[in-house]
């Protein structure tokens, strides 16, 4: 995990006591989580009353050093003692090492869910429907007589909540087909399961 | 069922009465180049020329036949009932014997170039599949996230389309088993009497 | 053989037989923990076979599984000895440990293979994906609107699974600002950007657009400083030492540098825009200027307008004159037409009044310049002039004196000759000062100038130093880190592995008997090398004493024909040569049958361990019922 050095200056200002009280550290990391992890609390900083009597020039600088450290943590997967070990070049007490551990370790995963839903991907199937006709004739031949399934596909899209459909037909052949590879690909990830 | 021919069609028909076997096997065969691949109107001439009538009769005889063959191959018409439908026109027992032979051959490619020109829905081709586990991103490093990419070839009219779609592990094994339990369908008995009982 | 007990019961155990925790060796086993403990070892190496897993009541099916169980044994390849139904039902202790040490050792070693394999980093992942995917799998499907957005998460093992794609966000990061030295007491931050940390800039979570572009934001404007940083360090490292310039010098020089090259591109673009290889710039220009000729005049009554759109285009005209000559007529599109007509006129005019004020310029510039130019060649030819002048000057002096000295030539001359002795004289003196005063400081300078290059070299190595240092910190680092991966991997794999089995104490028993085993041989090998040796004397007694004896034998008979107490000798030698005889072979016979003795203690005792007696009242108990359930089933069919 790298950080840039005027971020380290920031964290620094954070463990800091004399600018920020061993109290209103706890609720500056509660805050700089909840602050990453939800929409309606992305201002929750400035009105928080913990923070009535820190200067808020500093309170921004070690807010947004924090936000920096917890989203780098959790995107390099940082154990306890990585975080340690750079806290502690910024010059943290253990006392603060081990709060901010204990606020920010349980929130890890759901800021790494956070940052596990930015990428693309193409359209996600997500169910399937079915539909099977009798296909009897049409205008320029008769007695056809073969079944057609009409498959539709339901994906999700990046982005958009609403369902887009994927349609085609199968004969019965090209159907048996499908499901074979489908069966396939289900086959290889059960013996991988298994070792 | 049979065949149901209009005045004209007995006319032009009855050009082809006299004709001796090979020469009604060549019409047969230009009938069939004709509906394979188009019209041609310059064998007619030659084709009149040779046997010393009007090119016009022998392009309806032409067209008549090939209306003919069409026709018994839509409505799927089986042996008795093409003879039954062909004993009014008046032609001999040799004529009949050719025609039903080249009825009987010709059957499925005529059906075949029917089916290109009816209706197309846009039917299953091919479906590459492949199993990915995506490690990192630029956001996220030590990820483990299986996820199946697909290939999904269509075709319409000739024209293939190609699609990439994703799906998890959980959702393809229920995609599998929801089309299987669809071709499973297929063999019930309820679907098996439909299918018996349209004929 | 405890311990070979010990052992087998513990893999016994480990492959799931259900053994009680009291027993220990294999004498406590009963026939039925026998029979289903090799069921399930053979279940456990070869799986298809089907065994039951404990003894049935019936007798025909009792000797039917045990006759089943020996074949199966003996078709894994056990050598020894005769298997048959009797080995499981009626069991004898060596036997049994016998065949379960070869079941043992046939069984299949994945188990602990697995707890050996070398944890490479390709099969850490691969176990990381079978976990991962054998828990996403667990989960059966759920519809989509049972999902948070996609997100699925589960309660054991705890994690979530992604499976939907309408969560998903592209990676948009806006430019974020953070307040700088807030809290440095050294650097003094100016009032107004204090203000504006404090009252106006927004939170870091808050200042983008939209909420989701926050983590991309953040991490984006780490990224970059942490690349800068990088960025600036290689080339301090690689040019800048070198350079050995401070670091704000060097800064400086290269942003001078680079502005430099800046300045000179545009120049060079501008000058080639002047030469009029832009025409699509020139319509921009042109447009620009109608532009503003329009606004001017539909804001402004006429007289004005034009004079606003006079100054208007005076000012253009200085900058760019060409541009002016090529701009041809601007006609404007929407107002009067004599207005425009006068304008026109006015412009024109004023057009060819500038031309001539132009021209005139340029002629006088140049007037100016072929001037200054003539005056410098002027100068030159004074300055030439002067000097021969001077010259001249030099020339008539001295040419007057001499003629004044002539009339009084000789003592002049030698008045002159002694002026030009002690100006000699003082030259050679002055030269020596020179000299004197000359040579320290060369030596000075010399010295001055090695100093400097000692100290450059110095330098120099200093910095290679300093390179070699930096690298050998980053390997030693680099190494650091790798052997505390490998540690942290070893501890986790060493509190994995079991440690009921206590494999120091097996090795150690194993050199112990190894040693024992050395020992014993030794000793076996003395016993008979004295064995050898005894035989050897033996031999040779028994060689002496038939010689000896043939010898008196001869001697006495020659003499025993002719004397009679001879005779008497000769009889009591033979007597006492047969006696000795028996004696030596009832000593031989007396230890052959010790030996013999010893033989059969040995087979005593182990057939008593067979427990012979009991497995026969076994045996016949069990033929009894055999006799018993077969006449019941010929009675049942018989019956049918």
């Known amino acids: ?195 | 069922m049979l065949l149901v021919f209009e005045d004209s069609h007995k006319e032009h028909l009855s050009f082809l009465v006299g004709l001796e076997p090979e020469v009604l096997r060549e019409f047969c065969k230009i009938s069939m180049n004709f509906i394979r691949k188009g019209t041609n109107p310059k064998v007619f001439q030659g084709a009149a020329q040779k046997l010393g009538v009007s090119a016009e009769s022998v392009q309806h005889g032409v067209e008549g036949l090939m209306y003919l063959l069409t026709e018994s191959s839509k409505m799927m018409l089986n042996e008795i009932d093409f003879q039954d439908s062909i004993m009014t026109l008046g032609f001999d027992d040799d004529t009949r014997t050719t025609l039903l032979e080249v009825y009987l051959s010709q059957r499925k490619d005529i059906r075949d170039i029917l089916n290109e020109v009816s209706m197309d829905l846009p039917h299953y081709h091919n479906l590459e599949w492949r199993f990915d586990v995506q490690l990192s991103s630029r956001s996220l490093r030590h990820q483990v996230s299986p996820s199946i990419l697909l290939q999904l070839q269509t075709q319409e009219d000739g024209e293939k389309k190609t699609q990439m779609l994703q799906t998890d592990p959980v959702n393809l094994i229920h995609l599998t088993s929801v089309l299987e339990e669809a071709l499973q369908e297929m063999k019930s008995g309820y679907c098996r009497r439909i299918v018996r009982n349209i004929k | 053989m405890e311990e070979v007990d010990r052992i087998i019961v513990h893999s016994l155990r480990s492959i799931g037989c259900d053994i009680e925790e009291d027993v220990q060796s294999l004498r406590q086993f009963s026939t039925e923990l026998i029979v289903a403990t090799v069921a399930r070892c053979l279940k456990v190496i070869s799986s298809d076979l089907e065994l039951p897993s404990s003894l049935p009541p019936g007798m025909s099916a009792r000797f039917r599984v045990g006759a089943s169980l020996a074949n199966h044994v003996q078709d894994l390849g056990y050598k020894g000895g005769d298997l048959g139904y009797q080995t499981f039902l009626y069991s004898n202790e060596t036997e049994i440990r016998k065949i379960f040490m070869f079941l043992v050792e046939k069984l299949p070693k994945e188990s602990s293979q697995t707890a050996d394999e070398p944890l490479g980093a390709s099969v850490l992942l691969h176990r990381a994906i079978c976990t991962e995917l054998s828990n996403q799998l667990s989960a059966s499907w759920t519809p989509t609107f049972m999902k948070d957005r996609g997100i699925r998460s589960r309660s054991k093992p705890p994690g979530w699974q992604r499976e939907g794609a309408c969560c998903l966000q592209y990676y948009h990061s806006c430019p974020t600002r953070t307040p700088v030295g807030t809290a440095n007491l050294s650097i003094k931050l100016p009032r107004e950007t204090r203000s504006y940390y404090t009252s106006k800039l927004p939170y870091v979570t808050n200042q983008t657009r939209v909420h989701r572009d926050t983590a991309p934001s953040v991490l984006e404007a780490n990224t970059l400083e942490v690349a800068v940083q990088q960025e600036w360090e290689t080339e301090w490292n690689s040019v800048g030492l070198a350079s050995r310039l401070t670091q704000q010098e060097f800064k400086r020089r290269k942003r001078e540098r680079l502005l430099k090259l800046i300045r000179d591109r545009l120049q060079q673009d501008s000058q080639r825009q002047e030469r009029g290889t832009g025409p699509s710039a020139l319509n921009d220009l042109q447009q620009v200027m109608t532009s503003i000729e329009a606004q001017g005049k539909s804001g402004l009554s006429k007289t004005k307008g034009s004079r606003f759109a006079h100054t208007e285009k005076l000012q253009y005209a200085k900058d760019e004159e060409k541009t002016m000559a090529q701009m041809g007529t601007a006609a404007p599109q929407d107002t009067e037409e004599e207005q425009e007509r006068k304008r026109q006129d006015e412009v024109d005019g004023l057009r060819e009044e500038l031309h001539k004020v132009t021209s005139d310029l340029e002629k006088l510039d140049l007037e100016v310049r072929k001037f200054t130019a003539s005056q410098q060649q002027m100068d030159e030819v004074i300055m030439t002039e002067e000097k021969s002048a001077e010259e001249k000057k030099a020339a008539y002096t001295v040419k007057k004196r001499t003629l004044d000295l002539l009339p009084e030539a000789e003592a002049n001359i030698g008045k002159l000759q002694a002026v030009v002795d002690s100006s000699a004289q003082r030259l050679v003196t002055l030269a020596k000062q020179w000299e004197s005063h000359r040579e320290p400081l060369i030596q000075q300078y010399r010295e001055l100038r090695q100093l400097h290059s000692q100290r450059e070299s110095e330098a120099e190595k200093k910095l290679e130093e300093i390179k070699v240092f930096r690298a050998r910190m980053k390997e030693s680092a680099d190494e650091a880190r790798r052997k505390e991966e490998l540690q942290k991997q070893l501890v986790s794999e060493f509190e994995r592995m079991t440690k009921d089995v206590n494999r120091s104490a097996y090795t150690r028993k194993i050199l112990e008997i190894v040693a024992n085993i050395k020992k014993q041989k030794q000793e076996i090998d003395k016993i008979l090398v004295d064995t050898k040796s005894v035989q050897k004397e033996i031999n040779s007694l028994s060689g002496k004493l038939d010689r000896t004896f043939t010898e008196t034998d001869e001697l006495v008979f020659k003499d025993a024909k002719r004397d009679e107490s001879v005779k008497k000798a000769y009889r009591l030698l033979a007597a006492l040569h047969e006696n000795f005889e028996s004696l030596i072979h009832t000593v031989e016979d007396t230890g052959v049958v010790t030996r013999e003795i010893r033989d059969l203690e040995e087979q005593i005792e182990s057939e008593s361990s067979k427990k012979i007696l009991s497995n026969l009242e076994k045996i016949s108990e069990d033929l009894q019922q055999m006799k018993k359930e077969n006449s019941g089933l010929i009675a049942k069919v018989k019956g049918k």
């Open chain 1, 1 to 195: 995990m790298e950080l840039g050095s005027s971020i380290l200056e920031n964290i620094s200002v954070a463990g800091d006591a004399a600018h920020i009280s061993d109290k209103a550290f706890i609720s500056l990391v509660q805050a700089a989580c909840q602050g990453v992890l939800l929409e309606e609390h992305r201002n929750a900083v400035a009105e928080n009353p913990a923070f009535k009597d820190t200067d808020k020039a500093i309170l921004k600088e070690a807010y947004s050093g924090l936000v920096t450290l917890i989203l780098e943590a959790a995107k390099h997967d940082s154990s306890e003692q990585n975080i340690s070990s750079v806290l502690e070049d910024c010059k943290f007490t253990t006392d603060r090492i081990s709060s901010f551990a204990k606020e920010f370790l349980p929130q890890k995963p759901h800021v790494q869910l956070l940052l596990g839903k930015i990428s693309s991907s193409f359209p996600h199937i997500v169910d399937v429907d079915w539909r099977l006709d009798y296909y009897i004739k049409n205008n320029h031949l008769e007695k056809v007589n073969s079944a057609v399934y009409l498959i539709s596909l339901k994906t999700e899209v990046p982005g958009s909540n609403d369902i887009q459909e994927v349609q085609f037909s199968c004969s019965l052949e090209q159907l048996q087909d499908l499901v074979g590879k489908l069966k396939d690909a289900t086959k290889c990830m059960e013996k991988l399961t298994q070792g």
